[in-house]
């Protein structure tokens, strides 16, 4: 090897640069070789003994390997760059090998519009003890410098994964598995990096393709290549790889992924798509898949590299009779596929499963709803020995779920389910920390299950967190969770469409081995042996008319369309019992909202009032808060405002203010108890809301003639004003004039009168200030929280439109009489403030509020959730 010219000429500097924390050695006659670890330095043959594989490539002689390709560039030992484009679709991906990351055993970049993956797979020099778990890891990574972005932490750098990323690892590992080869112990390691996204092309399942064509050009000896591809469906068309945009407008979102000849994994959600249309999604997908590993077989024999054949070590096939004389470690490979054969054997020929159910039998199931009395709702759902405890909790947006992902915009989640397995549901010890792989992969699949089942944002403003807690497991805990979040959501009142529920299906596929006739067995609801010593494992979820969740793993070489066919339908009559044993929960879900829900108020106002709501720096919405007593109010850009609260005091208090802030003043209007902010040489300054202020001129402000307006009033006095006028800058003028009696019929009553009738006449607007008048019809202000109870009570009729010849105690009387009606209604429910009383027959002022919808509470109350129009 030695002599060989090739290594006499310049090395690579990719592949020759020596490694850190090496000391050099032999570099003046083999620059080759030329460092080790540790003084003395040790022999050639020791190196290569070590490190067999790091020098397989390097010492290639110019007769060729078997299974060695031509693409090397002998004077470097590097592949020369070699790219093939492949179609997919209605377009076409690029793959490339050999120009980045030279020094792994196989690497990859996947090109899709401007989308770009880079995948590199990895091997350990050594093998590793022997398991009956390949040593896989798979680390996928989102890097924010691949859309233009900096992250947002403190370090500026990507910091751990985040769940969809842990998604994608899972995605990638899934289907590689089935075809790594038993008894080959070398750790092996896949890191895959997103570094171009233009927010068009979906990286996932381009990363599962990368992925597998890494693995094909590596040494890892698997079985055949992979490859995975998504489906859409929209305007009843599939479509393959579709776009982001196209995604928006799909029904269906599957990930498949397989050989050329089996599919491996399926994942994927759907808007209760039926059996029938998802198995022809499930076909278009595996023609696609296959037509990407052929073209990948092609670049596997142009420039892939031997694989380890010679490293696969199995047990001794003595040990199946002397098991008694071998290892520990070889003991258990042996028992546990003993043990795998002997219930794959019970089942074909005796018909019965390990706990003596019929191949398509349920385990028992139960449930009640209403365990925790101050959670918003919950649901222990327990089937067999598998149990899961359901929490549901509702909140505003703040409780919403924040996401950093590659697109510019931050994805929030208004509904998501967290999933936890803690070791003693399985009656183990074991650490507690961050959610694992499987945790998120889990939770993620209940979650998507569910997802369809809500209602929309307008009919239920709401933020959803379900929590599902598995106290038990022997098998299908996700599924569990399906249908005890199923049963949480209708105890916390959420109205969902309908109930879901989910089954974890297995398979005996070779049956012919144990005396049967061939025919793949299909299992229902499988417990965790025979999820263990199964070959596959395929959970739906649904209702008896559609899917909407479902995810397939495979422990063999694949399976056919038929054998899935098989199973679907086999799944959709498991459904069906367990929504019968769903139905039969008891206690039942109470389908209202619990007295400790947040009651939310959705409210209507012209988008260009937001600010008024706002503020500045945000000062008014905390004062609001604040005076109210409300949770939080949420304001977006179109209008829309949504007031969160305990109770429905402070909500009806909040909504007042807000009412009175954005009103849109009309002519002919009248305000009630408004104070004078300043006064001018040519009258006074009055709010007749908060912030909203107008002028009444001198000459409107009494029926006598005036010299000075601070000659009757000052600045801090309350008064009633009419509005008269709003010209085109929007001010405001406003008239206290209009509302004093006729000064001829005041005459003509012969009653007498004081020196100074202005003044008295102030003094009497002021006695009926001090009156019932007050109570009723004051302007809310801020200072008003400070005041008695009966002036805070009088913010709901903050208007009323009269006429001058009215008396003011036929007025008094009718604003009491509405005064004690309204009071009444607030506590049954919570409608948009509505005009005071009117007096004038002729001009009857329409609402401009439209009454809300309610759901009821616990309470007797009502939460609202309709849309109030103010303005």
Known sequence: MLANPSFHGRPSPLSLQPPRNRSLSFSSFCPAFSYSRTLPFPSLSSILHRNPKKFRTKALTDSKQPGTSDSFDKANFAPRPCSVKIPVGDRHIVVETGLIGRQASGSVTITDGETIIY?????????????????????????????????????????????????????????????????????????????????????????????????????????????????????????????????????????????????????????????????????????????????????????????????????????????????????????????????????????????????????????QCGLLPRAHGSALFTRGETQSLAV???????????????????????????????????????????????????????????????????????????????????????????????????????????????????????????????????????????????????????????????????KVGGITLPVMEQALLQARAGRKQILAEMLKCSPPPTKKLSKYAPLILVMKVKPEKVNLIIGSGGKKVKSIIEESGVEAIDTQDDGVVKITAKDLSSLEKSKAIISNLTMVPTIGDIYRNCEIKSIAPYGVFVEIAPGREGLCHISELSSNWLAKAEDVFKVGDRLDVKLIEINEKGQLRLSHKALLPDTSQEKSSGKQRSSSPAKENVSSQNASDKGTLRKVVSTPKDELARQDTAQTQDKSAPKSVTSSDKEVTSVQDSIADKTLQQ???????????????????????????????GVGTADGGNLVNGETKIG
């Open 119 to 367: 995948t590199s797979i990895c091997l350990a020099d050594v093998p590793s003890e022997p398991s009956d778990f390949f040593p896989l890891s798979v680390n996928y990574q989102e890097r924010f410098s691949a859309a233009g972005r900096t992250s947002g932490g403190f370090f500026k750098r990507e910091g751990r994964a985040k769940d969809h990323e842990v998604l994608t690892c899972r995605l990638i590992d899934r289907p590689l598995r089935p075809t790594m080869p038993k008894g080959f112990y070398h750790e092996t390691q896949i890191l895959s990096w997103v570094l171009s996204y233009d927010g068009l092309h979906s990286p996932d399942s381009l990363a599962v393709t990368a992925a597998g064509i890494a693995v094909a050009l590596s040494e890892v000896p698997n079985s055949k290549a992979i490859a995975g591809v998504r489906i859409g469906l929209v305007d009843d068309k599939f479509i393959i790889n579709p776009t982001t945009r196209e995604m928006e407008k799909s029904e269906l979102d599957l990930l498949l992924a397989g050989t050329d000849s089996a599919i491996l994994m399926i994942e994927g959600y759907c808007n209760f798509l039926t059996e029938e249309k998802l198995l022809q999604a499930v076909e278009v997908g595996q023609v696609a898949v296959r037509a990407i590993c052929n073209e990948v077989e092609a670049l596997v024999k142009m420039c892939g590299k031997p694989k380890m054949l010679e490293a696969i070590k199995l047990p001794p096939p003595e040990l199946y009779r002397h098991v008694e004389l071998f290892s520990e470690v070889d003991v258990k490979l042996v028992f546990k596929e003993v043990t795998s054969k002997f219930l794959r054997r019970r089942i074909v020929e005796g018909g019965k499963r390990s706990d003596g159910r019929s191949p398509s039998e349920l385990r028992l199931i139960s449930s």
């Open 392 to 554: 549901a909790t509702l909140g505003d947006k703040q409780m919403a779920q924040r996401i950093d992902n590659l697109v510019d915009e931050d994805e929030v989640k208004r509904f998501y389910l967290q999933y936890s397995f803690p070791p003693s549901c399985v009656g183990e010890v074991g650490r507690m920390g961050a959610p694992s792989r499987r945790e998120i992969g889990h939770g993620m699949l209940a979650e998507r299950a569910l997802e369809p089942l809500l209602p929309s944002e307008e009919d239920f403003p709401y933020t959803i967190r379900v929590e599902s807690t598995i106290t038990e497991s022997n098998g299908s805990s996700s599924m569990a969770s399906v249908c005890g979040g199923c049963l949480a959501l209708q105890d916390a009142g959420v109205p969902v469409k309908c109930s879901i529920a989910g089954i974890a299906m297995g398979l005996v596929l070779d049956t012919k081995e144990f005396g049967g006739d061939g025919t793949p067995l299909i299992l229902s609801d499988i417990s965790g042996s025979e999820d263990a010593s199964g070959d596959m494992d395929l959970k739906v979820a649904g209702n008896e008319n559609g899917i909407t969740a479902f995810q397939m793993d495979i």
């Open 823 to 853: 009071e009444k209604a607030v506590k049954r429910l919570v409608t948009p403030s509505r005009d005071g009383p009117s007096l004038n027959k002729d001009r009857q002022k329409k609402s401009s509020s439209k009454e809300v919808t």
